[in-house]
């Protein structure tokens, strides 16, 4: 098994060569059941196994199509800026021999979000959406729809079609999903919601509160937040005197934190919290930064944090 070129890295994750083996939400969702050229494709092996594949070659298409081979029952992938940890494995559709492959060692800790593989496999975007945890899709990928110089060195050629397994191990929420609780928040911030789940903050005129403040707004059922392992956040923060936003992950992903590794109302947020609640939390100053500013935070200010808890990280395989 000869090593993957450097250069040729997927969404950070180094591909290997494989040798001597053959938005809307769940709802709305309807598996891909593909179209009759993948009818020449068969894909067996189990779900976290390097896949085997047959299929009549030489092996072409003029538009990518996918296929659900194993339907999973974990969280639906409805959104393409969602964190997922995917096992995926790649066939010429010449030859139909196998080109790479992610290393199938079991290890959960990779997560990148579905636009980043997009970025290399623009097909990725439509084939996975609505795939659920635990899920095999098998892609059969145009010309055009696969970054052909990062498999050049592979032997694919620009209008080659490539053949997609891929094995959906891990899905973190997109946003909270948690059942709305009662708060009576009297004198404490407004939380508005977008479609997308992302938050809007409105502050109050009175007083900031001088003791830490922590209301669940939504009730997840998933997974309960210990500090044993690092936790991965969507929030956006306010301080109550500037009322404007200073920080978000919405912008970008959700940040994958512990419970040492920030402010002690942040953690105190977060504890004995479950995957898929809202929270709310307003942290005096001796909770958060005290005397001292930080970046555009002035020092001595109350801040206000809405976090989504959309899932927690497995260590890194030693």
């Known amino acids: 098994m000869r090593k993957f070129p450097v250069a040729l890295t997927v969404a950070g994750v ?13 709802a709305d969702c ?8 993948l009818d020449l494709v068969s894909v067996s092996g189990a ?22 081979d194993v339907t999973g029952e974990g969280t639906p ?14 066939f010429s559709g010449q030859t139909g021999e196998p080109l790479l492959a992610t290393p199938y060692d079991g290890d959960l800790s990779r997560a990148y979000t579905v636009d980043r593989w997009s970025e290399q496999f623009s097909a990725f ?21 696969f970054d052909a110089a990062s498999l050049a060195s592979v032997g ?28 009576a928040a009297n004198g404490l911030p407004t939380v508005v919601r977008a479609p997308d789940g992302r938050p809007g903050i409105i502050v109050p005129g009175s007083a900031a509160p001088e003791e830490l403040v922590i209301e669940t707004l939504k009730e ?17 923060g306010v301080t109550w005197d500037g009322r404007e936003v200073f920080d978000t992950t919405w912008d970008t992903e959700p ?33 958060g930064y005290g005397d001292r500013a930080q970046g555009d935070i002035p020092a001595g200010s109350t801040l206000v944090f809405v976090i989504d808890i959309v899932g927690l990280d497995e260590a890194p395989l030693s």
Not at 78 to 89: G, K
Not at 125 to 145: H, N, W
């Open 14 to 26: 180094a591909l290997v060569s494989l040798t001597g083996c053959t938005a809307s939400t769940s």
């Open 30 to 37: 309807v598996p891909a059941s593909g179209s009759e050229d």
């Open 47 to 68: 779900v976290g196994a390097v896949p085997v594949v047959d299929v009549y070659t030489p092996f072409y298409v003029e538009e990518t199509s996918s296929r659900e």
């Open 77 to 90: 992938i409805t959104t393409t800026s969602q964190l997922v940890v995917v096992d995926v494995a790649l």
């Open 125 to 145: 975007d439509e084939a996975l959406m609505c795939a659920t945890e635990g899920s095999r899709v098998t892609i059969a990928m145009a010309p055009g729809d």
């Open 156 to 183: 694919v050629e620009a209008d080659d079609s490539v053949i997609g397994v891929v094995d959906v191990r891990k899905v973190y929420l997109p946003a909270a999903d948690g059942d709305d609780q009662f708060n």
């Open 220 to 236: 997840g059922s998933g997974e309960v937040v210990t500090g044993d392992q690092a936790v991965r956040v969507h929030y956006t």
């Open 255 to 287: 940040a994958s934190m512990t419970l040492d590794s920030v402010v002690p109302g942040f953690a105190a947020a977060l504890e004995g919290q479950t995957v898929g609640s809202q929270v709310l939390a307003v942290i005096p100053p001796d909770q």
